[in-house]
């Protein structure tokens, strides 16, 4: 069993910056595949970025180069830092841990954290 707790979201303007964190309690976090998923007004779920023990990584074509996923396995946390950040970036971010590969699926999940961008 893993339990993800998520922090870091919040309002910001666009253009700003904001990192998000996600620390995980439970079996070795180094064995799972991390992984932020939002889900914004009226739209379905989305991978936003994932990143395997490897350290090999995955992005949404939107933003790629403006987002970027790291972990500390030490620390048992994975991060997102957003840069650039654009008014359709609102949305719930959800951080996920799964044991496939950067595509999922994802057997554990966060409570999220809303992150809203004003124009």
């Known amino acids: 069993q893993v339990q993800l707790v998520e922090s870091g979201g919040g309002l910001v303007q666009a253009g700003g910056s904001l990192r998000l964190s996600c620390a995980a309690s439970g079996r070795t976090f180094s064995d799972y595949v991390m992984a932020w998923l939002r889900r914004a007004p009226g739209k379905q779920r989305e991978l936003v970025a994932a990143i395997a023990s490897t350290g090999s990584t995955k992005y949404a074509d939107s933003v790629k180069g403006r987002f970027t996923i790291t972990r500390e396995n030490a620390k048992k946390t994975a991060y997102l830092q957003m840069n650039s950040l654009k008014p359709e970036d609102t949305a719930v971010y959800y951080c996920?841990?799964?044991?496939?590969?950067?595509?999922?699926?994802?057997?554990?999940w966060g409570q999220g954290t809303q992150v809203t961008v004003s124009s």
């Open positions: 996920a841990a799964g044991i496939r590969n950067v595509l999922g699926p994802w057997q554990y």
